[in-house]
């Protein structure tokens, strides 16, 4: 993100050296093409994962108690040779989490379809971006995503979750990874 800040920058200030008023429409489209590549080519350098985990120091597990908070801390991973920043805003706009209990689709809660009717496609004006640096190969905690803003109380059962995760309005081409959780009585 900082290189395409900076890219952008110097495109600007290019502009403003240049003493136009303007870009020309194949100068601007170049432009905006080379920032579009380098924010691609980062994105493809990150790696996205998560682990259950619960209560309030958010220890991993595997089981939790009906009534139990299932949390997920979202990791990513920048598997690249530079540091790459990213911003996250939304867990609506970013994630789209697949849940099964015992083998069926859990649909999502209706105060998650009303957020994703809102934000599926961008974020809600006034939403907080976080920016996080990745330095190369080390897993970082970007994010904690909470069951219960997406889904109705979980009852007894063995869950499957995976997740597909963006930072712009392209999804990340590699899907996480599958998690398996139970909840007991």
Same mark, same amino acid.
């Given at each position: 993100?900082?290189?395409?800040?900076?890219?952008?920058?110097?495109?600007?200030?290019?502009?403003?050296?240049?003493?136009?008023?303007?870009?020309?429409?194949?100068? $601007?489209?170049?432009?905006?093409?080379?920032?579009?590549?380098?924010?691609?080519?980062?994105?493809?350098?990150?790696?996205?994962?998560?682990?259950?985990?619960?209560?309030?120091?958010?220890?991993?597990?595997?089981?939790? =108690?009906?009534?139990?908070?299932?949390?997920?801390?979202?990791?990513?991973?920048?598997t690249g040779t530079e540091h790459v920043?990213?911003?996250?805003?939304?867990?609506?706009?970013?994630?789209? $989490?697949?849940?099964?209990?015992?083998?069926?689709?859990?649909?999502?809660? =209706?105060?998650?379809?009303?957020?994703?009717?809102?934000?599926?496609?961008?974020?809600?004006?006034?939403?907080?971006?976080?920016?996080?640096?990745?330095?190369?190969?080390?897993?970082?905690?970007?994010?904690?995503?909470?069951?219960?803003? @997406?889904?109705?109380?979980?009852?007894?059962?063995?869950?499957?979750?995976?997740?597909?995760?963006?930072?712009? =309005?392209? @999804?990340?081409?590699?899907?996480?990874?599958?998690? =398996?959780?139970?909840?007991?009585?």
């Amino acid at each position: 993100m900082r290189n395409i800040l900076a890219l952008m920058i110097v495109v600007l200030l290019g502009v403003a050296a240049s003493g136009q008023g303007g870009v020309k429409g194949t100068q $601007l489209e170049r432009q905006n093409a080379a920032i579009e590549q380098e924010q691609e080519r980062q994105e493809q350098s990150i790696r996205v994962t998560f682990i259950p985990a619960a209560g309030s120091v958010l220890k991993p597990k595997q089981q939790f =108690k009906v009534g139990e908070g299932v949390n997920l801390l979202v990791t990513m991973t920048n598997t690249g040779t530079e540091h790459v920043s990213v911003a996250t805003t939304s867990q609506y706009f970013e994630h789209r $989490l697949h849940l099964t209990k015992d083998g069926q689709a859990q649909p999502y809660s =209706k105060k998650a379809n009303d957020h994703l009717q809102v934000e599926g496609d961008s974020p809600s004006i006034g939403v907080r971006v976080i920016e996080t640096d990745l330095p190369p190969d080390q897993p970082t905690i970007v994010t904690v995503i909470h069951l219960s803003d @997406w889904y109705a109380p979980l009852a007894p059962g063995k869950y499957e979750l995976t997740m597909q995760h963006r930072l712009t =309005k392209k @999804w990340l081409p590699q899907g996480s990874d599958t998690v =398996k959780f139970e909840i007991v009585p």
